[in-house]
């Protein structure tokens, strides 16, 4: 079955720029969509599709693809967006689904 | 905007089932495929499958065919998850998540989960 990765934890100083990846072959024909989830919380959807932010998730949050990788980029990164980020995509052979491991963004 | 609603903590002895619902809002005026996603304790998110919005298509991870089964009771808009066989492995919260999909200009489809429900602990103990 395909599998997604993503670094384990990243950290961003407040107010800069930082990206979250997410590697797999499953990218390279399906976009990604990605996952905040804070402790004690449901995860929330932050991106999907080539670049597209639900309803109340602030513009500093976008996304981008290229190749087997997709990316969540966080503009100007607020304490608020210390959480757990989880990519998922659909893998076109099995009709499955596969989530990446998470990355763990420490805001400093 | 549509709520999912789980039902509550359930603890289990090793070798049990559990069943956990999801029931969608009033306010789902369309039914969409949905899915299950799990979490253990410290870990992350995975994939358990997924049932479509008539109840008579599902698709399982590998990990969990023969052990699970999602249904669907279209009449009170509720979806359930059973997992038989529980381990300690099996210990972990349960998540609903609503399916959605789009076919975009450039004819590229794109799926995305929302919104998710509240969750639901299974506690396997014995």
């Known amino acids: 079955s395909s599998e997604v990765t993503q670094d384990p934890a990243v950290s961003v100083a407040l107010g800069q720029t930082v990206r979250i990846t997410c590697q797999g072959d499953?990218?390279?024909?399906?976009?990604a969509s990605w996952y905040q989830q804070k402790p004690g919380q449901a995860p929330i959807l932050v991106i999907y599709?080539?670049?597209n932010r639900p309803s109340g998730i602030p513009d500093r949050f976008s996304g981008s693809s290229s190749g087997n990788t997709a990316s969540l980029t966080i503009t100007g990164a607020q304490a608020e967006d210390e959480a757990d980020y989880y990519c998922?995509?659909?893998?076109?052979?099995?009709?499955?689904?596969?989530f990446g491991g998470g990355t763990k963004l420490i805001v400093l | 905007q549509v709520q999912l609603v789980q039902s509550g903590a359930e603890v289990k002895t090793p070798g049990a089932s559990v069943k956990v619902s999801c029931k969608e809002s009033?306010?789902?005026?369309?039914?969409?495929?949905m899915h299950w996603v799990r979490q253990a304790p410290g870990q992350g998110l995975e994939w358990m499958g997924v049932?479509?919005?008539?109840?008579?298509?599902?698709r399982y991870a590998q990990k969990f065919q023969g052990r699970v089964t999602m249904t669907r009771d279209t009449s009170t808009s509720t979806v359930y998850m059973e997992l038989r066989g529980l381990t300690s492995e099996d210990t972990a919260v349960y998540y609903c998540?609503?399916?959605?999909?789009?076919?975009?200009?450039?004819?590229?489809?794109?799926?995305?989960?929302?919104?998710w429900g509240q969750g639901t602990l299974v506690t396997v103990s014995s």
């Open positions: 998540a609503r399916d959605h999909s789009h076919l975009d200009t450039a004819m590229v489809t794109y799926w995305w989960f929302d919104p």
């Open positions: 009033a306010y789902a005026f369309t039914r969409n495929w």
């Open positions: 049932i479509n919005p008539s109840g008579d298509n599902t």
């Open positions: 499953s990218l390279r024909s399906n976009y």
């Open positions: 599709g080539k670049n």
């Open positions: 998922n995509s659909r893998d076109s052979s099995t009709n499955h689904w596969v």
